[in-house]
Each structure stands twice: as structure tokens, then as C-alpha cells.
């Protein structure tokens, strides 16, 4: 089976620019993902989003069921109620 061929960016998204230090899942990833589709990209890979412990490593998770809170876009989930 052949593949095609694609391209895309690996930025996790505590790496995006926020209000609060580090980037969320919220507006600034939104508009990540339009800059991909406006740049060609294809692909969005992330590093695991589990909630971290010490040395913030994404790769030392406490659980690989559970998602990090400090990825939740809290002024988002304000203004829907």
C-alpha cells in the first residue's frame, strides 16, 4: 500500500504563545491549526498530553488516560457557560 506523501509541524501546545505563560487548546491553537491549512501543512503532531510532574516533561506523565487541566482554555469555558 502506497502512502502519499505529506508534511506537518510537531509543536506541542504548551509551546504556543498565552495569556497565562503557556499556551492552551484554545483561540492561539485554533488559529495554529489555520496557519497550517493556509501554509499547506497537513499534519499537527503533539507530544503525549498528560498532566506532568516534576521537570515538566511530557514524556513522564502521571497517567496515559488523563489530559493535563492546564490545557483547558478557561476563558473559553467561561464564555460558554
Not at 489555520?34 to 514524556?59: C, H, K, M, N, R
Request: proline share 9%; with cysteine; glycine share 14%.
Amino acid at each position: 500500500m502506497r502512502y502519499p506523501r505529506s508534511a506537518g509541524i510537531l509543536l506541542h501546545p504548551t509551546s504556543l504563545p498565552g495569556r497565562f505563560g503557556i499556551g492552551d487548546l484554545g483561540e492561539t491553537a485554533y488559529r495554529f491549526v489555520d496557519f497550517l491549512v493556509e501554509s499547506g501543512q497537513a499534519l499537527w503532531q503533539i507530544l503525549p498530553l498528560g498532566p506532568t510532574g516534576y521537570g515538566d516533561s511530557p514524556y513522564q506523565c502521571f497517567s496515559a488516560f488523563a489530559g493535563n487541566p492546564l490545557l483547558i482554555d478557561l476563558e473559553a469555558l467561561q464564555a460558554v457557560g
